[in-house]
């Protein structure tokens, strides 16, 4: 029998499905944050003391706060889609979004059990988004997605990682915890990616445009950049890790060429994407560099994660926003385009710069910084109204 929906009379649709909670609360955070680690990295003598180090706190926020924010977000969004089956709403999502808001503050209170507190919650958080993702693939029993599902549980692991080392239960936990984050995001990117942006441009384009499919590639990527995780973090053979980032760079140019198609440039929502896997790329082809002369190691951290995670992340808050709000993904606000390409800008200054200016890396930082404040800005300014108020053509969601 044919369901359907009779358009309802909703005032405030906040809690309706996943994408509206987090992804305000992502773009909000990632102005907040930034703002906070401004003033600690900029004015250390007069910032506030936090439970976690400056630098510590600033990496765990933009990972683990901002960035599993829009994961969950995504996720809980995606999954119903695929599923056919409501992931959490109302309630239970409210009690979601909040376990993730209490950690973020208790990041903020120097107080001596603040830091463990903030554990429970944020590995409370984790647990209970890989069960609200994994409850309607087994439902339906879409096990194809069992992969995407695993991705949120090693998250979990990985933040449970760096809770053990900040709390000086596990030498070497916190970098472990934060890079293996920051790598798992990455793959995440690289695997949707695959489902997505091939079918972002070829509906955005039309004209019979079709992206060249390569089933070997997808999965080379994979193997090669879990191979890469799994040297770089937990088996130091010298210079190993930087060799095998050579393959992950490689691979990843060809995916870039055969997305690549010049009407993307026309459209904001579409060659934003392709930026952000070209950041990607830039990443692990400044991990290969490094075998050939002496680079900042955190250049390429911030090709991947301001870059590649920032940019990817911001367009693809703005598209599914749009799509899952009644509106057209064809037709996006026109300011998208210059948010895209401050944040674009942004990360050209955090990572080129310092390597043709390195006298001047604090202003660099601070140039980012302020980039970074006005894309987000920007997106909050936009979005917040759409994701509080109801569909545009009444219907839950």
Not at 4 to 21: K, T, W
């Amino acid at each position: 029998m044919l369901n359907i929906e009779e358009p309802g009379d909703y005032r405030v649709s906040l809690l309706h499905l996943g994408f509206r909670p987090f992804f305000l609360l992502a773009g909000l955070h990632a102005i907040v944050a930034t703002m906070l680690w401004a003033w600690l990295y900029h004015a250390p003598g007069s910032a506030p003391v936090t439970p976690l180090s400056p630098t510590l706190w600033h990496a765990h926020e933009m990972i683990f706060g901002y960035g599993l924010a829009v994961v969950a977000g995504f996720l809980l969004t995606a999954v119903g889609n695929w599923t056919g089956v409501q992931t959490l709403n109302r309630t239970p999502l409210l009690l979601l979004a909040l376990c993730w808001l209490g950690a973020r503050i208790l990041g903020l209170i120097p107080h001596d059990s603040a830091l463990a507190a903030m554990a429970i919650l944020d590995l409370s958080f984790n647990l209970a988004l890989v069960l609200a993702v994994a409850h309607p693939v087994a439902k339906v029993r879409q096990w194809g997605h069992g992969g995407i599902v695993a991705i949120p549980l090693l998250l979990a692991l990985a933040h449970g990682l760096f809770y053990l080392g900040a709390l000086g239960r596990l030498p070497q936990g916190t970098q472990a915890g934060l890079y293996l984050g920051m790598y798992l995001l990455v793959l995440l990117i690289m695997v949707m990616g695959r489902r997505v942006v091939p079918f972002f441009i070829e509906k955005g384009l039309g004209q019979g445009i079709r992206i060249r499919e390569r089933p070997w590639l997808d999965q080379a990527i994979v193997l090669s950049l879990a191979l890469f995780i799994l040297v770089e973090l937990f088996l130091p053979w010298g210079q190993a890790a930087a060799w095998l980032a050579v393959p992950v760079f490689l691979l990843q140019l060809l995916r870039l060429y055969d997305w690549h198609t010049p009407g993307i440039w026309k459209k904001p929502l579409l060659w934003s994407l392709y930026l952000a896997f070209v950041w990607i790329a830039a990443g692990f082809g400044l991990k290969a560099a490094g075998l050939f002369a002496p680079l900042n190691p955190f250049l390429a951290t911030h090709a991947l994660a301001y870059g590649g995670i920032g940019l990817i992340t911001l367009s693809m808050m703005s598209r599914v926003s749009l799509g899952h709000t009644g509106r057209s993904v064809f037709d996006p606000p026109p300011i998208l385009g210059w948010l895209f390409a401050l944040l674009a800008t942004g990360a050209a200054v955090r990572v080129l710069l310092p390597l043709a200016l390195p006298a001047l890396h604090g202003l660099w930082i601070g140039v980012s910084q302020a980039l970074w404040l006005v894309a987000f800005g920007g997106f909050v300014w936009i979005y917040a109204p759409m994701l509080v108020r109801p569909r545009i053509d009444g219907r839950y969601g």
